[in-house]
């Protein structure tokens, strides 16, 4: 026979109904003075969903035994759970994405938005955002206009006898460009440019989604002037050569010159088409980059179109250019894919003053990207030096900091074995952690990006703003207290 509970004994389901009983009614909180400032800034609806949601979650608790006791009684204060619902709504409705400060000396990262635009760049974007503006208004005629119109001067200065259009980035331009001029024909390649451009995406993807059917040449690290001769015929819609932008095969290799396919190309009547993705117009060669090749250099070589990003070595917002011979750059313009993949009035603005900055010969002192890779190594070092001596008068012997050679990368797909000296600081923590202090840095107000590396988180300052190294430091010091 089963024994009777002892009066007094420990009954945990009835512990939990009482708890229950004890959780705030949603309409006396939302009614409350603590809940007042919230609902101001955050809005009725949404505040009220979310205190459904946290009392949810905590009976959800009280029910399955985890919140009981002392914890129970601060969980269910009016002020823990108003901060539990400010806390929710400030993560749902704060900008996104987040502002982030690049210390990993990667130039162009991909995945901290490629390129940080100019002043002028910045500036333009933010008027044309507040503002009417005529994006497809001629304001002489008065009637309607093109938008690719606000770049005809500039891209003339730049590439002189040359047509163009601007899509919203260089795949869509790829895209456009052999849809354009080999739709239902085959593209000869070579088996060593069939590469992954990023999120999965392969050229192979792209050329079968414009209609253009795949004929591969050679081999992976030999392909010669005779496979590409063999290969057309009259089923060929376009040659293209393909910019090997986040690799490089070294050793026993060979692949024709761009003016040797250009010759090709112009005796079997058949365009060239080049997708040299970096975008280098102003030429890196200074500063020790050889892997790049301008776009103009490309274009006297004999290549009938080349495609190009505008958020890589170009420096500015993301954009797809395809420039090259007028008559087949109208064809372009004219295939409905381009209205598909058109540029929005903000990229437009910031594009031109991009543009701009190169017309006026200004490029390496005004757009960030090119500015950041022509940094010299000493400069770096005194910056960094700088920032080590602030965070050394604080931490004293918590860390060792240093200020070490390392190398920057240019990144986002350009120059794959280009690198550029720099200086790194290189923290280094007594209990090894420097993890730890990398992941509270990225996780810190701003995150700061750095790297570890043998053991050693690494700041790279050169893709750092100069005005951001006083908090690179202020950050640098709240995660090694911790």
Not at 310 to 337: W, Y
Not at 403 to 413: C, E, N, R
Request: glycine residues 10%; contains cysteine; proline residues 5%.
């Amino acid at each position: 026979m089963q024994r009777r509970r002892r009066k007094g004994a420990e009954n945990p389901l009835a512990d939990r109904r009482e708890a229950l009983r004890t959780l705030p009614q949603i309409g006396r909180l939302l009614d409350s003075q603590t809940f007042a400032r919230i609902v101001k800034r955050y809005g009725t609806d949404l505040v009220t969903r979310l205190v459904r949601d946290e009392i949810a979650r905590i009976r959800e608790r009280i029910v399955s035994g985890r919140l009981e006791g002392s914890a129970l009684e601060r969980t269910i204060r009016p002020r823990s759970v108003a901060r539990a619902v400010e806390a929710e709504a400030r993560a749902l409705l704060e900008p996104r994405p987040r502002r982030v400060i690049n210390a990993t000396g990667i130039v162009v990262h991909t995945n901290l938005g490629r390129s940080v635009l100019s002043a002028d760049a910045a500036e333009a974007l933010a008027q044309t955002a507040r503002h009417y503006t005529d994006l497809e208004y001629d304001l002489d005629e008065g009637r309607r206009g093109s938008r690719l119109g606000h770049l005809d001067a500039l891209m003339a200065e730049l590439f002189p006898g040359a047509g163009f259009i601007v899509v919203n980035n260089n795949a869509a331009a790829i895209m456009l460009a052999l849809r354009a001029l080999a739709r239902n024909k085959e593209v000869v390649i070579s088996r060593g440019e069939l590469v992954e451009i990023g999120g999965s995406f392969r050229v192979p993807d792209i050329l079968a989604a414009s209609g253009g059917k795949l004929r591969e040449v050679g081999t992976t690290n030999k392909t010669r002037m005779s496979d590409y001769s063999d290969a057309i015929g009259p089923r060929t819609g376009a040659i293209l050569k393909v910019h090997t932008s986040n690799f490089k095969i070294v050793g026993f290799t060979d692949q024709p010159k761009i003016a040797s396919l250009a010759r090709l190309a112009a005796k079997s009547g058949k365009p060239l088409i080049v997708d040299w993705g970096s975008g280098d117009i102003a030429g890196l060669g200074s500063l020790g980059i050889h892997d790049e090749i301008p776009v103009r250099e490309i274009l006297d070589a004999g290549a009938d179109v080349v495609t190009f990003s505008g958020d890589k070595l170009l420096g500015g917002p993301q954009a797809g250019f395809a420039v090259g011979k007028p008559e087949l750059i109208a064809k372009l313009r004219k295939d409905p894919l381009a209205r598909v993949c058109r540029l929005d009035r903000l990229l437009t603005a910031a594009l031109h003053a991009t543009l701009a900055a190169y017309v006026r010969g200004k490029a390496f002192a005004e757009i960030p990207t090119l500015r950041m890779l022509a940094l010299a190594p000493a400069e770096i070092g005194k910056r960094a030096e700088r920032v080590r001596k602030t965070i050394a008068v604080t931490i004293g012997k918590d860390a060792r900091i240093d200020v070490i050679d390392g190398v920057s990368k240019t990144g986002g797909g350009s120059s794959p074995t280009g690198e550029r000296p720099t200086r790194l600081l290189a923290v280094s923590v007594p209990a090894g952690d420097a993890g730890g202090v990398e992941e509270r840095l990225r996780r810190g107000d701003p995150p700061v990006i750095g790297r570890v590396r043998d053991g050693k988180l690494l700041i790279d300052l050169r893709t750092v703003l100069p005005e951001q190294d006083a908090t690179v430091a202020e950050c640098l010091i709240r995660s090694l207290r911790r």
